[in-house]
């Protein structure tokens, strides 16, 4: 694990501070007002030339215009995430969080102090044309902020040609970086489906319109959806995470209805689309059968994840520059997990590469004992760094 070139020695030990500082004070998606704060004053600091805040709610924009080129101006985005995880912290780390059933669980703190890093770096030395937006976005977990930002004019505001994002990747070893040319994250759609019945005693099950029974069915179909309806070289999930319906203390009742929730997980939209007509066939039919009402609610959360495969390619080239070969992995196993960079992947071209937090003593992201690991701010800084100036030098 060598690097072919270094940080400043002070822009990593205050990124480190920041950092541990960020941790302490985790905030829930647009509520991330300390943490914004926090992000405004090392922005001013380290002297970009304009900062904007507020966008899509919490969100901020500091940035780094070059002093070279001429004629249209181009922007490159850099992604960090502001929000933590409701989720009470177990790490007994020094910088543990202050704000109790909160938790950065997801290394969003650590992405916050490379973003800073980077921008301090590119700040020192403004050798390059056009300028580095440095976006901090709010509420990626579960809040699409960066639709917010969208949808508040991010893209109006700051024409940006390309975009790029880090995130650290436990599953991993340290310090490698993940780079592929195509997907990294599925779609994440949530599914809700009520039964509706009649309820009655469940001695005399013939005068009731049983929903339970009904349900099961419904359960069990579904699980032939992604075997006998997708493709078997693509990869698709269906899984029911919650189930409502009775009373565990009256197993004589059978109740009016049942409530269950679940997910589907994609990459291509085709196969999406198939899962959410199935589902609704299944339960239209099945409850049909039973004459019993079915309701279905499928609701599109994230969009997959998709490189861009020439700014995959960009990003692996310049990995190339300071890593080891051996250090850059390539066509890694795309993660069933959902991410709303994906938005801004739709708008415009980039990508989004992982970087190893480690495998064998790394706690997985969204556990309490979960903690991003300071070693990664280094290279994770220069290789973003060096995607903004190879960006910003073709223009
Ligand atoms: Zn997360
Ligand atoms: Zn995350």
Redesign the pocket.
């Given at each position: 694990m060598s690097l072919r070139d270094a940080l400043q020695p002070d822009t990593l030990d205050q990124a480190i501070r920041i950092r541990r500082a960020l941790h302490s004070i985790p905030e829930l998606g647009y509520k991330e007002l300390k943490t914004s704060a926090m992000v405004v004053e090392c922005l001013q600091a380290l002297g970009v030339d304009e900062i904007q805040t507020g966008i899509g709610g919490t969100g901020v924009v500091g940035l780094l215009h070059g002093i070279k080129g001429t004629g249209t101006r181009r922007y490159v985005g850099l992604r960090a995430?502001l929000d933590g995880l409701e989720l009470t912290e177990q790490t007994g780390l020094a910088w543990q969080s202050q704000n109790s059933g909160c938790m950065h669980a997801?290394?969003?703190d650590g992405?916050m102090a490379i973003l800073l890093a980077t921008a301090r770096e590119l700040s020192a030395n403004r050798e390059f044309s056009g300028t580095v937006c440095c976006i901090f976005q709010p509420a990626?977990?579960g809040g699409a902020g960066a639709k917010a930002m969208i949808e508040d004019g991010l893209l109006e505001r700051f024409p940006l040609s390309s975009i790029y994002a880090i995130?650290n990747a436990p599953w991993l070893p340290i310090g490698k970086i993940a780079i592929n040319s195509g997907a990294v994250m599925a779609a994440a759609d949530r599914i809700e489906i009520s039964v509706l019945g009649a309820g009655g005693h469940g001695g005399i099950p013939h005068q009731t319109r049983d929903p339970i029974v009904a349900t099961a069915n419904i359960i069990s179909m579904l699980q032939n959806v992604v075997s006998r309806y997708v493709d078997p070289a693509e990869a698709a999930v269906i899984s029911i995470g919650g189930i409502h319906g009775g009373s565990p203390l009256k197993g004589s009742m059978i109740p009016d209805r049942v409530d269950c929730v679940g997910t589907v997980r994609t990459y291509c939209t085709d196969v999406q689309s198939t899962i959410e007509k199935k589902i609704h066939d299944i339960v239209d039919h099945v409850c049909d059968a039973h004459d019993l009402t079915g309701l279905v609610t499928y609701k599109k959360l994230y969009p997959a994840t998709i490189n861009h495969a020439d700014r995959a390619a960009l990003v692996a080239s310049v990995a190339d520059g300071l890593l080891d070969q051996c250090d850059i992995l390539s066509n890694v196993r795309p993660s069933m997990a959902g991410?709303d960079f994906s938005f801004f992947l739709q708008k415009v071209p980039g990508a989004y590469c992982l970087i190893g937090q480690g495998t064998e003593s790394a706690a997985s992201?969204h556990s309490p004992s979960y903690d991003f690991d300071d070693r990664n701010i280094e290279r994770a800084a220069l290789l973003l760094k060096r995607i903004a100036l190879s960006e910003l030098a073709s223009t």
């Open positions: 995430e997801c290394g969003h992405h990626e977990e995130h991410e992201l």
